[in-house]
């Protein structure tokens, strides 16, 4: 190599006695060459990850099933050589509601076609806190007419706050606010369309692309996949404390009844036990699916197909009732998770 470089450099001595301009130009035609080398191979690693294979990334990220088209990506670049960063905007839709002080607060995010998720989950899994009180001032009469009396500044402050965004900003932009009928809901509620802008980090594994960071505003970075699993943990608990308490009531039933309700239906089982022996109504898991019921005489079954939404899988919450004789009629006995 040393004498490759030897003889180049004696052979543009002499060209440079006869040409000088020749000379020149060789020089430069080496140094754009040697630029053009030098450019990292990330930047072209990361190139292959295109605006459409983005969108639809961001659009499926853990937790998420939106439409592509609610994506509107605006900018990728390469980080290394398997990561990159997108900058996207994305609609998407809030559920607000007043708490007991009349006070406006995000309750829920839409997560995909007839989907939401409760920020208080999320926050608790990404252990955030909010301080809203700058979104409570008293705001000037205003002449829109409006299905609720959140108007559109207001919603703008409060999502905003949720986000880490600090306003002024362009990062939220509210496109609608109206109306929303929660039912056995004493407060008001109402639907906020907005158009939010955050960032992604996405990651290449061998040869397929993934979500591994979000962020928004001053907040820092999370991983979708990590949230989404805190928040099943937390589902999970929850689902085992319903299930908790229908058994309960259902021990309670056979005290008075001297058996179980029989039946394959949570439905009709929730009937015989609310509200005599069940004080609220229990029907839907954590996940928005109906928990499953069967139950004889002397035995029950109580069951949700929790995170993945699948019968007879690892992630199954089912909870066995204790299976009796006559000679037990009388006689307590404990439920059991399996």
């Keep these: 190599m040393h ?33 053009l080398l030098a450019v990292p191979f990330t930047t072209h690693a990361a190139s292959t990850l ?19 088209k609610a994506v509107h990506v605006s900018r990728i670049a390469p980080v290394d050589a398997t990561t990159a960063e997108a900058t996207a905007e994305i609609d998407m839709a809030f559920a607000l509601e007043q708490n ?48 609720t009396d959140l108007s559109f500044k207001r919603a703008r402050c409060v999502i905003a706050n949720l986000l880490g965004v600090q306003l002024p900003s362009d990062a939220v932009r509210i496109k609608s606010v109206s109306g929303l009928e929660l039912p056995l809901n004493p407060h008001q509620s109402a639907l906020v369309e907005a158009r939010i802008e955050a960032k992604f980090r996405l ?88 928990y499953r019921y069967e139950g004889t005489r002397d035995h029950f079954t109580l069951s949700s197909s929790g995170p993945d939404g699948k019968e007879n899988t690892g992630d199954d919450i089912v909870l066995n009732g204790p299976k009796r004789s006559a000679q037990t009629t009388n006689r307590s006995s404990s439920s059991d998770f399996q």
């Excluded at 180049?8 to 130009?25: D, E, G």
């Excluded at 295109?50 to 592509?68: N, Y």
């Excluded at 805190?230 to 058996?259: C, M, P, W, Y």
């Excluded at 036990?273 to 004080?279: K, Y």
Aim: hydrophobic share 40%; glycine share 6%.
């Design 3 to 35: 004498k490759v470089t030897e003889e180049l450099l004696s052979l543009f001595k002499a060209l440079r006695k006869r040409s000088p301009a020749a000379a020149a130009k060789i020089v430069v035609s080496l140094w754009i060459a040697f630029l």
């Design 50 to 68: 295109g605006d459409k294979e983005a969108r639809k990334l961001i659009a499926l990220m853990p937790g998420f099933q939106l439409k592509t």
């Design 100 to 147: 007991d002080r009349g006070q406006w607060r995000v309750a829920e995010i839409r997560t995909g076609q007839d989907a939401w998720e409760g920020i208080d989950l999320i926050l608790a899994a990404i252990k955030g806190e909010l301080n809203a009180s700058a979104c409570d001032l008293p705001e000037p009469p205003t002449p829109e007419k409006l299905s």
């Design 203 to 290: 990651a290449k594994d061998k040869s397929s692309w993934r979500v591994t960071g979000v962020r928004t505003g001053a907040r820092e970075w999370i991983d979708p996949a990590a949230i989404l699993n805190e928040v099943n943990k937390e589902k999970t608990a929850r689902a085992q404390t319903d299930l908790q308490s229908i058994a309960k009531a259902l021990e309670d039933f056979r005290g008075k009844r001297g058996s179980y309700v029989e039946s394959k239906s949570e439905a009709v089982l929730i009937d015989f036990l609310s509200p005599g022996f069940l004080s609220r109504v229990i029907r839907f898991d954590p996940w928005h699916r109906p």
